[in-house]
């Protein structure tokens, strides 16, 4: 997808989900060289700032949803290409939040690209408080009942706050950049919208902070669950084996090849053994209920 848009003071060309045909328009009429491409295609791109002859390139990164599971919440790159009267973005992707901008929010180029990077700030506060949703419904099922579906899902968040918080730092640091760059934020407006951005960046931080101390301590407690049910299970089973263990003992005793009281009548025996497995067996099951209830 090449879209171009003719603005004000500048033209926007947006490359969404490029092919090698839009990757050759790049070079040929925009003058992009091929490392910039290169670096365009890589899915683990930092956000960073880079000087090339001709234009500016501004990497940031943005929260997704992966389209083909709806399930696995990461982050792609955003690259911005700033050069003449002209501003290319290109992503792997396509990027929802660029049809966010109003065109009142794209007055020059570098409105537009702090603008892009505030739609981008909210958009992380909108995935974390559906995260935290998440986080929430799976503690839930977790209290009715531990299953693995449940605690993977609490895993795949715990990424994606790992993944969030690179991304945030990451843009924070672009904003920093920018900031200091010659001209770019020029004006009272621009430098009132890039102050709102780092407010957004630094509130985002500050979330994914606390949401991931808040779900390691959910994890925490539920190991401690799962150790307790665990030590439970094992006491019962050793509970269980030494009750059964004075029975067996008894049984194999008899059937040594030794004289044993009552041996030649085959009642007898029997009833006696039967009558010692009973009390033995009794006595182990009323120790473990005392224990128990003690």
Request: a negative charge; one cysteine or more.
């Amino acid at each position: 997808m090449f879209d171009t848009e003719k603005l004000k003071t500048f033209s926007w060309v947006n490359v969404g989900n490029p092919d090698h045909e839009d990757f050759d328009k790049l070079q040929s009429a925009y003058k992009i060289d091929e490392d910039t491409i290169s670096n365009i295609l890589d899915p683990d791109e930092q956000p960073r700032v880079e000087n090339e002859d001709d234009y500016k390139v501004i990497i940031v990164r943005f929260p997704i949803i992966n389209r083909e599971t709806d399930t696995v919440w990461h982050t792609e790159p955003l690259s911005i290409i700033y050069s003449g009267k002209h501003v290319i973005t290109v992503c792997r992707k396509r990027c929802d939040i660029l049809d966010k901008i109003k065109l009142s929010e794209k007055d020059s180029r570098e409105m537009f690209i702090i603008n892009i990077m505030y739609y981008i700030a909210e958009s992380y506060l909108k995935f974390l408080k559906q995260l935290n949703k998440k986080v929430f419904d799976s503690k839930k099922a977790l209290q009715e009942r531990i299953r693995k579906k449940e605690l993977m899902a609490l895993l795949e968040v715990e990424n994606s706050y790992t993944l969030y918080m690179a991304g945030l730092k990451g843009n924070l640091s672009v904003m920093d950049k920018l900031e200091k760059m010659r001209s770019f934020v020029k004006d009272e407006e621009n430098e009132e919208l890039s102050e709102d951005v780092r407010i957004e960046l630094n509130q985002a931080i500050e979330v994914v902070t606390s949401y991931t101390k808040m779900l390691a301590s959910i994890k925490e407690t539920f190991e401690s669950v799962i150790n307790m049910d665990s030590n439970t299970y094992i006491n019962r089973l050793t509970m269980w084996n030494i009750i059964l263990i004075a029975p067996t003992i008894v049984v194999g005793y008899y059937g040594m090849n030794v004289k044993l009281p009552f041996a030649e009548s085959n009642h007898a025996a029997w009833v006696i053994l039967i009558l010692i497995m009973a009390l033995l067996g009794g006595y182990g099951i009323f120790a473990a209920i005392r224990k128990k209830f003690s």
